[in-house]
């Protein structure tokens, strides 16, 4: 970004240089809170098989965020508006029965509509907007440039009360995401967990847009998680994994955007995938060469079987 002020041998002045402006400070405090709200909601969306939810409703912060543009108004709120609007639809359209199979498909016949409406609205009002459209990229591909403290208030708030509802819900939705058929048995409510869950994502994704843009949200909230529960199949492990990797990738995507002129969006994504590169050939290595190869067993990602939650719902 500021070629006059470039990398330099001395790793300790380069990283000072980083907090000299005030623009930067705010990127890096926005980039945390991201990383930690979309890292954590990110888990359970992977645990659920919901990407493609989670997809969607970044999307859907594309059209959000241009029509407040149109309108004037910061696009924070029609990041979250939009987004959580469209949580709702996808949650009151859902499925009815806690049915795996013919519960995700139609489920995803609805978020597959959201989601085409969603980026016709986009289109429109992008075709309405007389302004300077540089702005509007931005949306898409993320920018770290002009966050400000009211933004980083906002974020904050938002992913307070994220975290909170997530932490609230956590144990139940952690059983009725691994085995919801038992999990509804024993009395949880597999659906309503469900429908505030896509909540939390909505929100989720609202935040991580505004960082990595509308359409590259996926690179803190998918990656981070699916690399974690790629590694190991203990839960508490695995979030704590998912949080170093998303501020990892978040801290470091934020220098590389400021020494060079690339948005932050290609160097967040692109570090993303090799990370998850690197824990394919990680794993692989292990399966062929490791203890649990020679004694004939395989490491199990978090969620891919039942047992990984007892039957009581006693365990989270």
């Not at 938002?158 to 024993?186: H, N």
């Amino acid at each position: 970004m500021t070629e006059a002020s470039g990398l330099s041998w001395n790793l300790v002045a380069d990283v000072r240089q980083l907090f000299d402006f005030p623009f930067m400070v705010n990127a890096y405090l926005a980039g945390t809170i991201v990383a930690i709200v979309a890292g954590l909601v990110g888990w359970f969306m992977v645990l659920r098989r919901q990407s493609f939810a989670g997809h969607t409703l970044a999307v859907v912060g594309f059209p959000g965020a241009s029509g407040a543009t149109y309108l004037g108004i910061s696009p924070a709120f029609g990041f979250f508006g939009f987004c959580l609007a469209a949580a709702l639809v996808i949650a009151a359209a859902g499925p009815r029965s806690s049915g795996a199979q013919r519960g995700r498909s139609q489920e995803s016949a609805v978020i597959g509509t959201v989601q085409a409406f969603a980026l016709a609205c986009g289109f429109l009002f992008v075709s309405l907007y007389k302004g300077n459209l540089e702005g509007l990229s931005a949306l898409l591909f993320g920018s770290f440039l002009g966050i400000t403290t009211q933004q980083i208030l906002l974020l904050g708030a938002a992913g307070l009360v994220t975290l909170a509802l997530l932490g609230v819900i956590a144990r139940p939705l952690l059983f009725a995401s691994v085995d919801p058929e038992v999990a509804s048995a024993k009395g949880v409510p597999v659906l309503g967990l469900g429908a505030v869950f896509l909540l939390l994502l909505g929100a989720a994704a609202a935040e991580a847009s505004q960082i990595t843009g509308a359409l590259l949200v996926f690179a803190l909230l998918v990656v981070p998680a699916s690399t974690a529960q790629l590694l190991t199949a203990r839960p508490a492990l695995s979030v704590a994994l998912t949080l170093v990797l998303g501020l990892a990738i978040t801290w470091l995507g934020l220098a590389m955007a400021y020494y060079s002129s690339a948005p932050i969006g290609f160097y967040i994504t692109s570090l993303s995938f090799g990370t998850y590169l690197i824990a394919i050939a990680a794993r692989f290595l292990t399966a062929g060469h490791g203890p649990r190869a020679a004694s004939g067993q395989r490491s199990t990602p978090v969620g891919s079987r039942a047992p990984a939650v007892p039957r009581g719902g006693s365990r989270s």
